[in-house]
T-cell receptor, first 116, second 115 residues
Framework: DSGVTQTPKHLITATGQRVTLRCSPR?????VYWYQQSLDQGLQFLIQ???????AKGNILERFSAQQFPDLHSELNLSSLELGDSALYFC???????????????FGPGTRLLVL | AQSVTQLDSQVPVFEEAPVELRCNYS??????LFWYVQYPNQGLQLLLK??????LVKGINGFEAEFNKSQTSFHLRKPSVHISDTAEYFC?????????????FGAGTRLAVHP
């Protein structure tokens, strides 16, 4: 158990809909990362937040957005869903301290999204 | 830009045999290197990482990896595998430029250990 929790575990929805994925980082971790794992694209970095502020952006679609709240939990919002958005979405967290790039990222169990 | 190539998508092996999972990377800047494991229906767990120093890195569960700068490789090895090692293994890098620790992953290697 990494200490990172994600809800829900599974989500089934229809095209055009909007969903919200939630992530609670390990206690004390300030950085949260979102990754998408799909069959055709593999594991891709989407976005990172540090202590409530966006830190880095990867291949995140404009239909997707994220935020990190004062209690440090994060939400990933996916809108106007398409079939190709079906994937496993992982959240990871790290302390966000002075270790910087050397920090280990601890991954949650993921949310499996199926768009029908 | 950086990229990671895992040369084998699937590796079947018998229990107690040695295994090597191959990883090559391409980068114009220095990188940190990582191996993660994903067991069925679970998240990713860090096996080991190379930051600097000795090029032979030991990780959890008896795994080790060797960094070869000239060949830009970071192959993962285990001298004797167990059934419980059956999982997907991901090689990843973090480029040292940019200041952002976003992991860039390879496509993964599925290790199947047979009795």
């Amino acid at each position: 158990d990494s200490g990172v929790t994600q809800t829900p575990k599974h989500l089934i929805t229809a095209t055009g809909q909007r969903v919200t994925l939630r992530c609670s980082p390990r206690s004390g971790d300030l950085s949260v990362y979102w990754y998408q794992q799909s069959l055709d694209q593999g594991l891709q970095f989407l976005i990172q937040y540090y202590n409530g502020e966006e830190r880095a952006k990867g291949n995140i679609l404009e239909r997707f957005s994220a935020q990190q709240f004062p209690d440090l939990h994060s939400e990933l919002n996916l809108s106007s869903l398409e079939l190709g958005d079906s994937a496993l979405y992982f959240c990871a967290s790290s302390p966000g301290g002075t270790s910087g790039l050397q920090e280990t990222q601890y991954f949650g169990p993921g949310t499996r999204l199926l768009v029908l | 830009a950086q990229s990671v190539t895992q040369l084998d998508s699937q590796v079947p092996v018998f229990e107690e045999a040695p295994v090597e999972l191959r990883c090559n990377y391409s980068s114009s800047v220095s990188v940190y290197l990582f191996w993660y494991v994903q067991y069925p229906n679970q998240g990713l767990q860090l096996l080991l990482k190379y930051l600097s120093g000795s090029t032979l890195v030991k990780g959890i569960n008896g795994f080790e990896a060797e960094f070869n700068k000239s060949q830009t490789s970071f192959h993962l090895r285990k001298p004797s595998v167990h059934i419980s090692d059956t999982a997907e293994y991901f090689c990843a890098v973090i480029p040292l430029s940019g200041g952002y620790n976003k992991l860039i992953f390879g496509a993964g290697t599925r290790l199947a250990v047979h009795p």
